[in-house]
T-cell receptor, first 109, second 115 residues
Framework: AQRVTQPEKLLSVFKGAPVELKCNYS??????LFWYVQYSRQRLQLLLR??SRESIKGFTADLNKGETSFHLKKPFAQEEDSAMYYC???????????FGTGTRLLVSP | DAGVTQSPTHLIKTRGQQVTLRCSPK?????VSWYQQALGQGPQFIFQ???????QRGNFPDRFSGHQFPNYSSELNVNALLLGDSALYLC??????????????FGDGTRLSIL
């Protein structure tokens, strides 16, 4: 079965602190992994995907197939990073996205 | 480009009624997917339409049906509404014609409340 697990509903950090949002998945095959973000009063938008291997807004995520994880990291959190973050996977070629339940990141000054 | 647009933004219905939600994809996109997002949950895939055909379907009863038009816009229909159908319904578009690994772009959603 395809499943994405985000164990933390809420992650609260201070500005400048490192951030790690956890994501574990179960999937038989080679999925594509994504992080989507939803800022307050905005639509869900793609933050990054594992095949791009790029850093967006200072965030990075590495796919660890051994641990079936795709944790999102940022070394120094900013207040504007406060948002809802969803980890998702898709079956290559079919685009059906399976989402986790999301983690709310709150960055305090 | 306004991106993915959905209508209406809010809708209130009663149990047993039927509802139609509409979605216009981002310019240049040919594929539309629908998701249901219950409160406190992540979006759940309902189905995807490409070339006016249902291409993939999630674990939803056949009370949920859809349609895609030649201009790539799409409708989601839900019959015999239940209280549990109350949710935010999201539409996402992408372009399968340019490659299956194109990311999906989401609309703002339609908030459906069942009384």
């Amino acid at each position: 079965a395809q499943r994405v697990t985000q164990p933390e509903k809420l992650l609260s950090v201070f500005k400048g602190a490192p951030v790690e949002l956890k994501c574990n998945y179960s999937y038989s095959g080679s999925p594509e992994l994504f992080w989507y973000v939803q800022y307050s009063r905005q639509r869900l938008q793609l933050l990054l995907r594992h095949i791009s291997r790029e850093s967006i807004k200072g965030f990075t995520a590495d796919l660890n197939k051994g641990e079936t994880s795709f944790h999102l990291k940022k070394p120094f959190a900013q207040e504007e990073d406060s948002a809802m973050y969803y980890c998702a996977l898709s079956n290559t070629g079919f685009q059906k996205l399976v989402f986790g339940t999301g983690t709310r990141l709150l960055v305090s000054p | 480009d306004a991106g993915v647009t959905q209508s209406p933004t809010h809708l209130i219905k009663t149990r047993g009624q039927q509802v139609t939600l509409r979605c216009s994809p981002k310019s240049g996109h040919d594929t539309v997917s629908w998701y249901q997002q219950a409160l406190g949950q992540g979006p759940q895939f309902i189905f995807q339409y490409y070339e006016e055909e249902e291409r993939q379907r999630g674990n939803f009863p056949d009370r949920f049906s859809g349609h895609q038009f030649p201009n790539y816009s799409s409708e989601l229909n839900v019959n015999a509404l239940l209280l549990g159908d109350s949710a935010l319904y999201l539409c996402a578009s992408s372009s399968l014609r340019t490659g299956s690994n194109q990311p999906q772009h989401f609309g703002d959603g339609t908030r459906l409340s069942i009384l």
